[in-house]
């Protein structure tokens, strides 16, 4: 009686001790795995541009630590909630830079400002919607100023029949989400237009110092192109808030 208690006690210890080595190593199987794989936030479905994103479309995917980049979104509040700035595929790993609040749209402090054609010099006419522009007043007996050192964002660029310039086929839009610089080129060599219309994002600020230097008509604006819309593409949008 004694030995087949025995014989159970280390049958028992054997299984345990198995169990115990089984354990650890699939401890150190999920170790190593989440190690080589990182979770990142994709969409269920397709997403079309310009739909809101909800929690229920999207999910975690893990993807191999070394295809993963930093513009990967990997928490939920960073694109829930959030506008999608292209068509989003099934699947695709979400950059941050494909999505916003409101894409366009001025910031907490600014707001959508019509410049009248009357403040007008100049207008580089391969500004197109979401570019960034440089703002300067020029006059006959006054030196030409920067009126801000920053460069401003264009809300939308029109004609005289109200119509959005830019290129059909390739939008200039589509281009500058992408972060394709050659397309984004092509879409400014194609687009037919004259700009007649330009509407700018600024804060109160901003806008009655144009006003004041521009009304009396001693000073017109010139509105230049900034290569730093370009900038933005490498380090995706900036913060909007």
């Not at 609040?101 to 600014?110: A, C, G, I, S, V």
């Not at 933005?232 to 909007?240: K, Q, S």
Request: proline content about 4%.
């Amino acid at each position: 009686m004694k030995r087949r208690r025995n014989a159970i006690i280390s049958l028992t210890a054997a299984v345990l001790s198995a169990s115990l080595v089984y354990g650890m190593y699939e401890l150190q199987r999920i170790q190593i795995k989440k190690e080589e794989t990182v979770a990142v936030l994709v969409p269920k479905r397709f997403i079309g541009a310009g739909e809101r994103l909800k929690e229920s479309d999207l999910e975690y995917q893990m993807v191999p630590q070394g295809a993963f980049v930093s513009d990967m979104v990997v928490k939920l509040e960073h694109a829930a909630g959030k506008e999608a700035v292209i068509p989003l595929g099934k699947g695709e790993p979400l950059l941050i830079w494909k999505v916003d609040d409101y894409y366009l749209q001025p910031k907490r402090f600014e707001s959508t400002f019509q410049i009248p054609k009357e403040y007008i010099r100049s207008i580089s006419n391969g500004i197109r919607a979401g570019d960034k522009v440089l703002l300067y007043a020029s006059g006959e007996s006054s030196p030409s100023i920067r009126l801000y050192p920053e460069a401003v964002t264009v809300a939308s660029v029109k004609t005289s029949g109200n119509v959005e310039i830019d290129n059909m086929d390739n939008p200039n839009l589509f281009s500058l989400a992408e972060g394709n610089k050659e397309q984004m080129y092509a879409s400014r060599r194609e687009a037919n237009g004259m700009i007649d219309y330009i509407n700018v994002n600024l804060t109160e600020e901003q806008w009655l110092r144009l006003d004041s230097l521009c009304k009396s008509g001693e000073l017109k604006l010139v509105v230049a192109y900034s290569p730093l819309s370009l900038e933005l593409l490498a380090g995706g949008e900036a913060d909007r808030s």
